[in-house]
């Protein structure tokens, strides 16, 4: 019988066969024959998220559209009876799946940072879509964000990896994954406490927890895509244990994730999280990345130093599509109640932003006055 060292020795010669580190020589930096040769299971994977998210980009304008038409209506109806709202949802599992599947055959280091294709899209979608306005920060943050996403593709680790269930359970058992669950478990803990208990609800507490969150989600992710990968070209995996309780992670991690995400949009412009959002989920990716499935073993220190400068580029240009962009307001004029038994509705309520009621009549009374100047309640 095989003991637990004939296990971790053949889970090592596996990693040593998927591994391809990166070795100097001509074409490495340079997007040439050679570099094509050597990354083209890259590519695919790289080609994958920049779809998925320029469908999700589409997909978020779709939507928007929809609530504005639905908003214009006299009688407006739930936006999920709107078929153009529910051809966005569509559009954005799309998008989304392409992301996921791109993780399979890409690092994570390499993957993560496209998210800025979502946001930099979604500002020139809009402007054709639903005739917003071109501003010039929105075309010098596309600039940079097309800069930072051309040096993140030629400088990403030149590591290809194939993610069997040896491979996963290799590195969940590690000494360094373990190390940085422990801190991250304890940061998450502390950042909690301070959120619930103390009522400290900055834009950086919520986003932290987010960033904690989500590099548990692209660890798994990159696991439960990789397996599924590995074996539709090669051997079945999904036998393994250790599939389901990277999937278990996946979802776990997404569902609260997206719970502290919400809670920051509801209490912060959108124009401040979506930046720092970016920044804070590609951070916690990388780092994630390069623990667990050490992502940059091998690499050139200039080759580090170019693609740490490609994702600065693409934050800058996120921050720059993002500042001060104007909230878009549905253009509702008035809350219509319905006839109500027993009543006569002399007029309609409006709206007040500017007050803590919930709103107010034209003339900014409680009542009106019939014809016999006796005042009638509504």
């Given amino acids: ?101 791109a993780y399979g055959f890409a690092p994570i280091t390499l993957i993560a940072p496209l998210g800025c294709m979502s946001v930099t899209g979604s500002a020139i979608i809009s402007v054709t879509f639903l005739k917003e306005n071109l501003r010039a920060s929105d075309l010098l943050g596309t600039t940079l964000a097309f800069a930072g996403t051309y040096l993140l593709v030629n400088f990403a680790p030149n590591i290809t990896q194939a993610i069997s269930a040896r491979t996963v359970q290799y590195y969940f058992v590690g000494w360094q994954f373990l190390i940085y669950v422990i801190l991250e478990i304890l940061i998450f803990c502390i950042l909690l406490y301070c959120y619930k208990r103390k009522g400290m609800k900055h834009i950086v507490i919520l986003l932290t927890l987010v960033a904690l969150l989500a590099s548990l989600t692209v660890i798994s992710v990159k696991a439960v895509s990789g397996m599924i990968t590995f074996s539709l070209m090669d051997k079945m995996q999904l036998t393994y244990p250790i599939f389901y309780i990277m999937f278990i992670i996946m979802i776990a991690s997404c569902v609260f994730q997206v719970k502290f995400l919400n809670q920051a949009t509801k209490l912060y412009n959108t124009t401040m999280v979506v930046p720092v959002n970016h920044i804070f989920f590609t951070t916690s990716a990388i780092i994630a990345g390069i623990i667990f499935y050490q992502e940059f073993l091998g690499a050139a220190f200039l080759t580090v130093f170019i693609y740490l400068f490609g994702c600065f580029l693409s934050f800058l240009g996120v921050f720059l599509v993002t500042r001060n962009r104007e909230k878009e307001h549905l253009q509702q004029s008035y809350i219509d109640f319905g006839n109500i038994p027993g009543k006569q509705m002399l007029d309609k309520i409006q709206p007040d932003s500017n007050s803590l009621s919930y709103g107010t009549l034209p003339d900014g009374s409680d009542s009106t006055k019939s014809q016999s100047g006796e005042k009638k309640e509504v």
Avoid: C
């Avoid at 591994?19 to 590519?43: C, D, E, K, M």
């Fill in 1 to 101: 019988m095989a003991g637990p060292g004939d296990a971790a020795s053949a889970a090592l010669d596996e990693l040593s066969l998927n591994f391809t580190y990166w070795v100097p020589g001509a074409g490495n930096g340079s997007l040439s024959g050679a570099w094509y040769r050597r990354n083209q299971i890259h590519l695919l994977g790289v080609l994958l998220a920049i779809l998925g998210n320029l469908i999700i980009s589409i997909s978020l304008n779709i939507q928007k559209y929809s609530h504005l038409q639905l908003a214009q209506q006299e009688h407006p109806r739930p936006y999920f009876k709107s078929v153009l709202w529910w051809a966005g949802i569509l559009l954005m599992a799309v998008g989304e799946m392409g992301n996921f599947a």
